[in-house]
């Protein structure tokens, strides 16, 4: 029976790690030669929307470092959308097309250190978002009054759905300008702080400048009959621009209800560090789906309502003080816009961490016990099926515990560190340490155990590579607990604190049978709801 369970056992895990993928995946999600010998500089994206036609059409300058001697070069953008033409220094360069990669061959010698520039022309109707933010691309929605609503998401799926660019994570652009020309009568919101906007005879250009890095996918374009409040947030750092836009409509409802805007911005630079982006600012921008973490432009899309669309993924009651997305998605503005993965089977780094900054943000404004309620409550949300960390160099996230599971593994890590002014520390020394970087989920690792002063590489191994919860059993016999792990990587010891007849100590159980002695008989024992694993009595 035991050897049944073995085989089955292997035959799941094959069947999980059975995945097939393309030479397309590998060309998107991998550091090709094509795209590992130039360094990233400063994009400046220049289109025209035509919303009646769906249609979008205009260049992307790409400025660029050379870091080693190569003349062909990788710019990804995704069929339908067609290149109209390349050219660096105003000549047009030969280019071959693998789908979504081109490789363009360069006239000039490319020599190390010298800073060049292509200039890729596109045009098209580009993929329509299916149901974003998940299945993106454009949004072409109308508002109630019957106005052009727009937007654009395209986290996971790749920017390259709209525009052309070097779609891999690893690098980001250092800045960038962004120049929208759209009818009249609307408005477009990007990244960064909008610089001017120049009336023309039919339309209007609004050019948006982004002085931070961004990754690919933070990128966006939101147009609509857009009405705008601001307000000025002292912080850490000094003044931040905090700039609302919303449509026409919702303007009263939203000046009450983004108050929430700023008690965020308090909660975060306490807990995660000054907000990471000054000279953008920080706005909220409504869009016609749910919202995305798109850098210094938060696109909100959650009905003015509290909770996630009015309902409290916790079950705690905690979910229902705050609006989700204004929490979580700004929450992102520390983990995922200022600590980026470089590789999306590392997506847990965003969404780990700012599922945790719910939690977060309820322990600053309602105390300790409500976060463990709300964080404790996410639980029932994850599924222990598959593994957190997904696959490398083919763009393919893990599992959707991301989420919550990876809020309750660092809050577990929290119970560990055991020092809540520590933990405080080790959260801002993150986005200290890792200012507007791109990591991988071994640097991360690496600094909370370092900063912790205890190795957690067993933590992480179990939580993240492994899909399985660990389970302690114990028994109880007159003034003895016996315990043990089952369910859990050979590695794995993790202390727990656990109250025998009320008086609170930690245990240290393995996959042996260990015993505690208490001073008289057992009547109760109670282990510390904070630590997530299964307890079983036996
Ligand atoms: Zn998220």
């Known amino acids: 029976m035991r050897k049944l369970i073995l085989l089955l056992m292997f035959l799941v895990s094959i069947a999980n790690t059975a995945q097939t993928f393309t030479e397309q995946d590998s060309l998107r999600g991998s550091i090709t030669p094509e795209r590992a010998w ?4 400063y994009y400046h994206l220049d289109i025209t929307v035509n919303p009646d036609e769906k249609y979008i059409s205009g260049k992307n300058t790409i400025r660029y470092t050379v870091l080693d001697e190569n003349q062909v070069l990788q710019v990804d953008l995704q069929p339908p959308l067609k290149i109209e033409k390349i050219t660096q220094d105003g000549k047009k360069l030969k280019f071959v097309s693998k789908t979504n990669a081109h490789f363009v061959t360069l006239k000039k010698k490319q020599q190390k250190g010298n800073v060049n520039e292509i200039v890729v022309y596109y045009s098209g109707h580009p993929k329509e978002a299916i149901n974003a933010p998940w299945d993106g691309g454009f949004s072409w929605k109308k508002d109630e009054n019957g106005e052009h609503f727009i937007a654009t998401s395209c986290q996971g799926l790749g920017a390259s759905v709209w525009w052309p660019n070097k779609d891999h994570m690893y690098d980001e652009v250092d800045s960038m300008r962004i120049s929208v020309t759209n009818p009249k009568g609307l408005s477009n919101i990007s990244n960064g702080k909008l610089e001017k906007i120049v009336e023309n005879a039919k339309t209007v250009t609004s050019h948006w400048v982004v002085k931070n890095p961004i990754n690919n996918y933070g990128v966006n374009i939101n147009i609509g009959d857009y009405v705008h409040f601001s307000e000025v947030y002292e912080g850490e750092n000094g003044p931040l621009d905090m700039d609302y836009y919303v449509l026409k409509d919702n303007l009263e409802k939203a000046k009450i209800h983004f108050k929430d805007a700023p008690k965020m911005m308090e909660a975060f630079e306490h807990w995660f560090g000054p907000y990471p982006f000054y000279e953008d600012g920080f706005k909220l921008v409504e ?27 916790s079950g705690s009651g905690w979910g229902l003080k705050f609006d989700f997305i204004i929490i979580h998605e700004s929450g992102h503005e520390w983990f995922a816009n200022n600590i980026t993965y470089k590789d999306v089977a590392d997506m847990w780094v965003h969404e780990g961490f700012t599922a945790y900054s719910e939690n977060i943000f309820v322990d600053y404004f309602y105390g300790k016990e409500a976060a463990e309620d709300y964080v404790i409550g996410t639980r029932k949300n994850i599924q222990n099926k598959t593994p957190i960390i997904g696959f490398y160099d083919v763009n393919k996230e893990g599992s959707g515990d991301m989420y919550t599971k990876g809020a309750n593994m660092l809050h577990t890590i929290r119970q560990l560190v055991d020092n809540d002014e520590k933990w405080r520390k080790i959260l801002r020394g993150l986005n200290k340490e890792f200012y507007h970087q791109t990591v991988t989920t071994k640097q991360i690792e690496d600094y909370v155990s370092a900063q912790s002063g205890r190795d957690l590489s067993m933590i992480f191994d179990q939580y993240l590579r492994d899909y399985r919860l660990p389970i302690l059993e114990y028994k109880i016999t007159a003034n003895n607990l016996a315990y043990r792990y089952v369910s859990v990587i050979d590695s794995f010891k993790m202390p727990i604190k656990v109250v025998i007849n009320e008086k609170e100590q930690w245990i240290f159980p393995s996959q042996e049978w260990k015993t505690t002695a208490a001073p008289t008989n057992i009547t109760t024992v109670v282990f510390d709801r904070n630590f997530y694993i299964h307890t079983k009595q036996l």
Do not use: A, C, F, I
Not at 294 to 308: A, P
């Open 287 to 313: 869009v016609p789906y749910l919202g995305m973490e798109h850098q210094s432009s938060v696109t909100y899309g959650n009905k003015y309502k509290k909770g996630y669309l009015g309902r409290d993924t």
């Open 38 to 41: 130039w360094d990233l500089n």
